[in-house]
């Protein structure tokens, strides 16, 4: 015990020299952080903000997956659907039940300071450099026996495309910088026809967050589309933000838009509720204000509502990284429902309504959580299950998919897009492992009402 | 043609033994350029939140550390290879010691994201270095002055 004292203090007084040394306080040195369980619900503790003399950085090395698989509870069981991908960000199930994989990444970032040469260092180290195949690959399970047997490049030559939605016999492909329309007939395996864009969204130059996510309205009429912001905090300048870190509503007549709620940071996932038919999206909050804050979330969307960034979290916590301020803003920011814990980055969502898992999972949101790379200890690197009732959460969220990391914190594989297929099994795109894993319930009673 | 006989006949500066100047010195003042840039710009986006003037600073300060991080191999280059150095007054060293660290933490203040990365810690400490850096500038000179005064005499 006396020696662990030691090495704390040992440890502490370079801090507190640091400390003195910057002359003005704002240096934090307790970089780890605290339990994430005290950051999931309706109701996170947060922490006071911190600011850092070195961005902390700690990213889990990869290592794939070798013979291994990610781990599930008892009633569940997981096995690779397909692997070798180039990069898989998101999957789509078509009514027929081919599984669409989008193969994709970022454009490349431009390099506006000297924290950007260092980024792609980093990024490599975590597995999140690798190319994307810019393109939409189609599986298809003939058998029915949860082994792909049709595997086909479905469309090809896209611009970091990431959502995907099909209404009627219209195919949307949200790239970084455009939905496009495609036509599509049932049992299409490619798409050779040239697309038309249904609207522009905001792409580069500097196109941070750069995904697109998309969510076709139940009647069909509208499309949302989750667009990120183009900076952690502003440091691109606000003009960077135009129309931005908002939920966009487009018209699928017409193309027009309209921003249906702001303030959400990073929206890289949206889904209907089915009991209440209410919009939900998990959205990734700010980051190096600290290994607590800013828990990522997931929240439902009101139709004209701010959510805070950039100029405030959770509420009316004021970020004083950004200036000028705008206290009109602020107060009329809302808080989101749900928290998930900070830099988890959630960066796939499935409302869950089908039978094929059991009992357990019937009503509620899976969310996968790609992992920290910003925080000590890590967190994330799993998917989790969000029990709902009455349309709202209704208890803490429960670890499904994990494994992710081994016994080292070293990545097998990292969880990016959720599906639920035709027979109600989870598929989770697996963008560093290169693999879409499919969870399906263990009992063969379940598995023969498919 | 020309200019080889009339250099070889009347020797001019450039004739003169070359490297005689420590080579250190030739990258301090580019180093003290890029801080007291650093200074301005941050004073700019002080006032004008315009994150391009942030982003000159930070340039800048990364700039000036490699610089600085070249003066101190080539100084201690200069010292091994037994060159006179001449006029490193203990205020020089001492001022420039401290302007190199506290330039070290500002470069690190200045990759945060945002208002902060300036104001008020960045610029606390870039006005801080410019001040040290006049400061020995003023002492140096001072007891430089006193000493060639009294050598003279």
């Known amino acids: 015990m006396k020696h662990v004292v030691t090495i704390a203090q040992s440890v502490k007084r370079p801090c507190l020299v640091l400390v003195a040394f910057a002359g003005l306080g704002l240096v934090g040195c307790n970089y780890d952080g605290g339990d994430p369980k005290v950051e999931i619900g309706a109701n996170p503790q947060l922490p006071k903000l911190q600011q850092y003399l070195i961005p902390p950085i700690q990213i889990a090395r990869v290592v794939g997956w070798g013979k291994e698989t990610p781990t599930v509870p008892r009633g569940l069981q997981v096995h690779a659907l397909a692997t070798g991908f180039e990069h898989p960000r998101s999957l789509y199930v078509l009514p027929n039940g081919d599984v669409l994989v989008v193969e994709t990444n970022g454009p490349k970032a431009p390099i506006h300071r000297p924290k950007d040469l260092v980024t792609p260092w980093v990024m490599w180290l975590a597995g999140a450099k690798a190319k994307g195949g810019n393109r939409i690959t189609l599986l298809r399970d003939t058998k029915g026996d949860g082994i792909p047997d049709v595997r086909t490049v479905f469309l090809d030559h896209l611009n970091s495309p990431f959502g995907v939605v099909l209404v009627g016999n219209d195919l949307y492909v949200a790239n970084t910088d455009a939905i496009i329309r495609y036509p599509y007939q049932e049992g299409q395996t490619s798409i050779t026809a040239p697309g038309t864009k249904l609207t522009d969204l905001p792409g580069g130059p500097i196109d941070h967050h750069w995904t697109k996510a998309l969510l076709a309205s139940p009647d069909g009429s509208k499309l949302y589309v989750g667009v990120g912001s183009n900076s952690n905090i502003t440091e691109n300048g606000i003009q960077a933000e135009y129309e931005r870190a908002a939920i966009w509503e487009v018209d699928r007549e017409s193309g027009a838009h309209r921003i249906f709620a702001s303030g959400l940071r990073n929206p890289t996932g949206l889904a209907w509720e089915p009991e209440t038919r209410k919009l939900w999206a998990i959205v990734n909050e700010r980051d190096e204000i600290g290994p607590d804050l800013v828990p990522d979330y997931l929240t439902s969307v009101r139709d004209g509502a701010f959510y805070g960034w950039p100029y405030s979290y959770y509420g009316q916590h004021l970020d004083p990284r950004v200036q000028p301020q705008r206290p009109d803003l602020v107060a009329t920011a809302i808080a989101p429902d749900y928290a998930l814990s900070s830099h988890v980055a959630p960066l796939g969502v499935a409302m869950y309504a089908s039978t094929g898992l059991p009992a357990t999972y019937r009503g509620g949101a899976f969310v996968s959580e790609h992992g920290s790379w910003d925080r000590t200890p890590l967190s994330g690197y799993k998917v989790v299950f969000v029990p709902f009732t009455g349309g709202q959460p209704s208890g803490p969220a429960q670890d499904v998919v994990t494994g992710f990391l081994n016994e080292n914190n070293h990545a097998r594989g990292r969880p990016v897009g959720l599906a639920v297929d035709r027979t109600g099994g989870l598929l989770i795109a697996d963008d560093v492992g290169d693999t879409v894993w499919r969870v399906s319930s263990d009992s063969p009673r379940s598995a023969s009402t498919n | ?153």
């Open chain 2, 1 to 153: 043609m020309t200019a080889d006989t009339t250099s070889r006949n009347t020797p001019d500066r450039m004739d003169l033994p070359v490297g005689r100047e420590p080579f250190h010195r030739m990258l301090v003042p580019l180093a003290i350029a890029c801080f007291a840039g650093a200074f301005v710009t941050d004073l700019i986006y002080w006032q004008s939140v315009a994150v391009m003037w942030e982003m000159f600073s930070d340039w800048l300060l990364t700039a000036g550390m490699i610089i600085a991080g070249f003066a101190i191999i080539a100084f201690v280059i200069d010292v091994v290879g037994g060159k006179q150095i001449r006029l490193l007054t203990w205020p020089r060293a001492v001022g420039y010691v401290l302007a190199v660290l506290l330039s070290l933490v500002n470069t690190f203040v200045h990759t945060r994201d945002g208002y902060t990365a300036v104001v008020p810690t960045g610029l606390t400490l870039s006005t801080l270095v410019v001040v040290i850096l006049l400061f020995t500038a003023w002492v140096d000179w001072a007891l430089v002055t006193r000493r060639r005064v009294g050598a003279g005499t």
